[in-house]
T-cell receptor
Framework: GQNIDQPTEMTATEGAIVQINCTYQ??????LFWYQQHAGEAPTFLSY??LDGLEEKGRFSSFLSRSKGYSYLLLKELQMKDSASYLC??????????WGAGTKLIIKP | GAVVSQHPSRVICKSGTSVKIECRSL??????MFWYRQFPKKSLMLMAT?????????EQGVEKDKFLINHASLTLSTLTVTSAHPEDSSFYIC?????????????FGEGSRLTVL
């Protein structure tokens, strides 16, 4: 079967670093996505990993290990505006996106 | 700027009426668009895949007569919530993917918040 799991909520301090983990199980895999969603708004694209390793994009980095069914999103130099939900999703063999429930990130001053 | 536009962003209607939500791709032709529903503090739930020129593909449990999808052109898909009831109140989001793009990035519309009284 297919499933995907990420923590429900995390709290971090402004200026710090936070890592949001995502684990998944699937027989067919065509990449893993991270999206950011502010309350009441549509998701916005953050990253796409299809090969193992770390992809860095400014303050945000995303890591993938296909053998472990594991990904993380790393946010550095946290800002208050980073308070949002972070959704991970993998694309299965039918090119369907399977979404996690999202991790609500709370940033404290 | 936005590449997918959704309208209206908010709509309030009376129970029993129908509401139409439009989703437009602004700078590319989208043969396929996706409609999602999102409950408060929950993840996106795929409702249906809209295919230009043919019938939409609905996910299990989604009533096709309740949620009518029309993809009449390569830049426009519409979702009509028929005979809306309070339990249909939700955040509806459409998305599309640029054709032949390797990243597979989904571009989302702004979302439409439906409140049925």
């Amino acid at each position: 079967g297919q499933n995907i799991d990420q923590p429900t909520e995390m709290t971090a301090t402004e200026g710090a670093i936070v890592q949001i983990n995502c684990t998944y199980q699937t027989s067919g895999f065509n990449g893993l996505f991270w999206y950011q969603q502010h309350a009441g708004e549509a998701p916005t694209f953050l990253s796409y990993n299809v090969l193992d390793g770390l992809e860095e994009k400014g303050r945000f980095s995303s890591f993938l290990s296909r053998s472990k069914g594991y990904s993380y999103l790393l946010l550095k130099e946290l800002q208050m505006k980073d308070s949002a939900s972070y959704l991970c999703a993998f694309m299965d063999s039918n090119y369907q996106l399977i979404w996690g429930a999202g991790t609500k990130l709370i940033i404290k001053p | 700027g936005a590449v997918v536009s959704q309208h209206p962003s908010r709509v309030i209607c009376k129970s029993g009426t129908s509401v139409k939500i439009e989703c437009r791709s602004l700078d590319f032709q989208a043969t396929t668009m996706f409609w999602y529903r999102q409950f408060p503090k929950k993840s996106l739930m795929l409702m249906a895949t809209s295919n230009e020129g043919s019938k939409a593909t609905y996910e299990q449990g989604v009533e096709k007569d309740k949620f009518l999808i029309n993809h009449a052109s390569l830049t426009l898909s519409t979702l009509t919530v028929t005979s809306a009831h309070p339990e249909d109140s939700s955040f509806y989001i459409c998305s599309a993917r640029r054709p032949q793009e390797d990243t597979g990035e989904l571009f989302f519309g702004e979302g439409s918040r439906l409140t049925v009284l």
